[in-house]
């Protein structure tokens, strides 16, 4: 669960006060105190994880040690995510499940494959979901908890699909350590009960304030042995039944019900939208780039997701702007580049809330989505920015128009998008996947259903369908549409002299609502051009821009940085930045993994 201002109104009344000190507006403080899913909950060293043959990256030991044990028992990369996926529904419940969605890209040796499993809107949905009888935009909360929000979950079908392709185990097998660690219990972590320390909604839902609360309404304890018979029984049906266990009979009907009966704020989803719900297999979106003259191929999700052209548009204008990158100072990026890294950031945010949307419903510029990464294209972007030794921040951005047929589409107004937790592993056979997978909002809508969670993802949608002049906007709600989503699942490969797929060197990705975009970009930014290994990048402090200020990791850079940035223009403000990025890279004696410090993940392997 997200920090949130309007829980605590004098940290509140303080924290305005020091954002008009600092040159920020009143909404502008406000939105940056809402930018991320789950709050801050400690920090532990982590140097990394090196291992020989295979290397399985996840947010808990718990699901890190499933994945191990198929990897371990000659299981692929995906029998070990799905193994980590289901025990990540029970350990970690406010992030991922199997009640939402999830993004994987896979490495079979020769070809990436991108596997969507969004979530979709119901049939009964239309762009009027989220407004008020006045026509006013839904409070963010108001629209998330209950039935309104609750898409049609995705990740198990998507999961099915890539099994029959990739699969080297039997699928009722992945299950057996997430239907044990269910039955027998696990140890409540410290993250999950500082959560649910701040979390004001779930207990409102009085299957999940009997599971997760005391009779006196406090979190149960850390180290308190949580059992969860409920789901165990789900996932044996699943491993017998295979993923329609989910979709249809005694379990759709549980969840439509659930959504359709909420007391105050009821959704439309149907057991027809349960049954008709598939899984897509789509292009992924791979690009060149150059560091320090070696030249590499990333490949990334594309639309309905906006991560992975954010983060190529970003690293292009940069490259543009700086062929040699600027170095550290100290460890730490300079205020020179976090200028530049800032500004490169509010183009690229500009084009995602123009142009992005389900590609299913939403056609891309000039027909084709890699027009917003053509060379020539970012070059024009990023020749808007000052980077002059004195450069100013650019007082208006626009979006770019990178194709010559022009879209009418109306930007999306900025709203809280949340979520997730990520996935990253490498099997002995040299396979590999990135996948992040998510319910939404921190606990998603807070609504249990037999043991799990169910999204609140239909708030990805822009809540406003058009602007002032009638426009649509690209990521407004439609019946069957899936929410445009900033989750970027990545894998980087050396460029062949052919301009192919060479050698895969990194997996990664992160949790953390639109800031994925800047965990993953500083992390990927790092470690090819600063030569940083994978937690080293990780350890870094994070950084970006949502349009507004610059906001930096509080604490985490020297005043000298701040009062620099400020003479670029910038308007700073330091906040708490809870990334969870996993890394593997391949190294000449095999890989090396990295865990977030800021949350609760590690790296397993031999």
């Not at 030569?531 to 350890?539: F, G, K, M, P, T």
């Not at 593997?584 to 397993?604: L, N, S």
Request: contains cysteine; charged residues 15%.
């Amino acid at each position: 669960m997200k920090y949130r201002l309007s829980r605590f109104p004098c940290l509140a009344a303080l924290s305005l006060i020091a954002a008009m000190a600092l040159g920020l507006t009143r909404a502008e403080s406000h939105a940056a105190a809402s930018l991320l899913p789950e709050a801050a909950s400690g920090r532990s060293a982590k140097t990394g994880w090196a291992t020989q043959r295979f290397s399985v990256a996840a947010a808990n030991p718990l699901a890190a040690a499933a994945g191990y044990q198929m990897l371990k028992d000659g299981g692929s990369a995906v029998d070990a995510a799905i193994a980590v996926q289901m025990v990540l529904a029970l350990v970690e419940p406010q992030s991922s499940g199997i009640g939402g969605g999830a993004f994987l890209l896979h490495f079979d040796g020769r070809k990436v494959q991108a596997f969507d499993g969004r979530e979709t809107a119901p049939s009964q949905a239309d762009e009027t979901l989220f407004l008020q009888p006045d026509g006013h935009a839904m409070a963010f909360h108001d629209a998330v908890v209950g039935g309104r929000s609750v898409g049609v979950p995705g990740v198990l079908r998507m999961l099915e699909m890539a099994h029959r392709q990739h699969g080297k185990l039997p699928w009722a097998s992945l299950f057996t350590p997430a239907i044990a660690l269910a039955e027998q219990g696990f140890a409540l972590s410290p993250r999950l009960h500082a959560l649910l320390l701040e979390e004001p909604y779930l207990k409102n839902d009085p299957t999940a304030a009997a599971y997760f609360y005391q009779d006196d309404g406090l979190p149960h304890a850390v180290g308190f042995v949580l059992r969860n018979p409920a789901l165990a029984r789900v996932f044996k049906l699943i491993a017998a039944q295979g993923a329609s266990a989910l979709y249809q009979g005694e379990l759709a009907k549980a969840i439509v019900d659930k959504v359709r009966q909420h007391p105050a704020n009821p959704g439309r989803l149907s057991l027809d939208d349960m049954a008709r719900y598939q899984a897509r297999e789509r292009n992924p979106l791979c690009y060149d780039y150059k560091a320090l003259a070696r030249d590499y191929r990333v490949c990334g999700f594309g639309p309905p997701s906006s991560g992975a052209i954010a983060i190529g548009q970003i690293l292009g204008m940069l490259q543009s702007l700086r062929p040699a990158p600027l170095p550290l100072i100290q460890g730490l990026p300079s205020a020179d580049f976090l200028h530049l890294y800032s500004e490169a950031s509010r183009l690229a945010l500009a084009d995602r809330a123009q142009y992005l949307g389900d590609p299913d419903f939403v056609k891309a510029p000039g027909g084709d989505w890699m027009s917003l990464l053509e060379p020539d294209y970012l070059a024009q972007r990023a020749r808007l920015i000052d980077a002059t030794p004195q450069g100013q921040r650019m007082l208006q951005v626009l979006p770019g128009q990178p194709a010559a047929q022009r879209v009418s589409y109306a930007p999306m107004p900025e709203q809280e998008e949340h979520g997730t937790s990520h996935i990253s592993i490498v099997d002995a056979w040299g396979h590999a996947l990135a996948m992040t997978t998510t319910i939404e909002d921190g606990f998603g809508a807070r609504q249990m259903v037999q043991g799990f969670l169910l999204n609140n993802q239909l708030t990805d949608f822009s809540f406003e369908p058009a602007d002032a002049q009638g426009r649509p906007v690209a990521n407004r709600v439609q019946p069957g549409k899936r929410p445009r989503s900033s989750m970027a699942p990545t894998l980087v490969f050396e460029k062949a002299a052919d301009a192919t797929l060479g050698p895969l060197l990194l997996s990664g990705g992160s949790p953390g609502g639109a800031f994925i975009i800047h965990f993953v970009a500083k992390s990927l930014y790092a470690t090819l051009n600063w030569q940083l290994d994978v937690q080293q990048a990780i350890n870094l402090p994070n950084f970006g821009s949502m349009g507004g200020p610059v906001l930096l990791e509080q604490g985490a850079f020297p005043a000298a940085t701040v009062e620099a940035l400020k003479a670029h223009g910038q308007r700073v403000q330091e906040i708490d930045l809870t990334s969870g990025v996993q890394m593997i890279q391949k190294t000449p004696t095999g890989y090396f993994g990295g865990a977030d410090p800021r949350r609760e993940g590690v790296v397993r392997g031999d």
